[in-house]
């Protein structure tokens, strides 16, 4: 698993969520008989190939006009009707091949690993899709590539036009470059002046980082010491 959709935007989960596979051997990989565990299990029934060194998508509603704009007509996917669903806050995606030996796992959850509405959350493309890089929620971070479609909010109304942000069945966008010794976090304090030459508190200060890859606005925001 590389990239996941679990909290979209405007759209109702239980039609815009998704996630993605990358197949890293050099031969065409039919996962018909996987079976996939999220809270509960389903099993891929019928042909779904993943190409050689390419991707493919695991759609919640594979309805284009409901879920965002996402066809399998068009994109490498494969709709599992709502068999499972993305927590919020955190989960467990496992994958089993038909021996049903486990082949890709990720537990994320919504503290180490990045968390926002309306971005998908990518592995780091400089990282390699191991099931060690994919456990360590450092190695993620939000997409900045966007996509628009037509779905169905959370009353179940039609929306047009939602902007959502991720790169199904493509590369995953660039992680942004957290200095060295830098905690991960949205928002981390990197610098602090807390004794100017003259002791006043003018000349007190601290600076913030953005590691997250989209711009914050702290408007509201409660600063404490």
């Not at 039919?30 to 993943?50: E, K, L, Q, R, W």
């Not at 959350?121 to 450092?138: E, H, K, R, W």
Request: net charge negative.
């Amino acid at each position: 698993v590389t990239e996941f959709m679990k909290d979209p935007a405007v759209i109702n989960d239980n039609f815009g969520e998704w996630f993605e596979v990358k197949h890293t051997t050099g031969a065409p990989l039919d996962m018909n008989g996987y079976t996939v565990t999220c809270g509960a299990p389903f099993t891929v029934t019928g042909s779904f190939v993943i190409p050689a060194g390419g991707y493919g998508v695991f759609l919640r509603n594979g309805n284009p006009v409901e879920n965002g704009g996402l066809d399998p007509m068009v994109i490498n996917a494969y709709d599992y009707a709502g068999a499972i669903g993305l927590g919020n806050t955190g989960q467990t995606i496992e994958i089993f091949n038909a021996s049903i030996m486990k082949i890709s796992s990720i537990v994320y959850d919504s503290v180490v690993f990045p968390d926002t509405n309306g971005r998908s959350i990518i592995l780091d493309p400089t990282v390699a899709p191991t099931l060690t890089n994919s456990l360590d929620g450092n190695n993620w971070c939000f997409s900045t590539t966007s996509y628009t479609g037509d779905g169905l909010d959370d009353t179940n109304l039609p929306v047009t036009n939602v902007t959502q942000y991720g790169t199904p069945v493509a590369a995953n966008d660039s992680c942004p470059i957290i200095p060295s010794g830098v905690p991960t976090g949205e928002l981390v304090v990197t610098e602090v002046m807390n004794d100017g030459l003259d002791e006043t508190n003018e000349q007190i200060w601290f600076e913030l980082y953005n590691s997250s890859g989209i711009t914050i606005d702290i408007d509201g925001y409660i600063l404490t010491d």
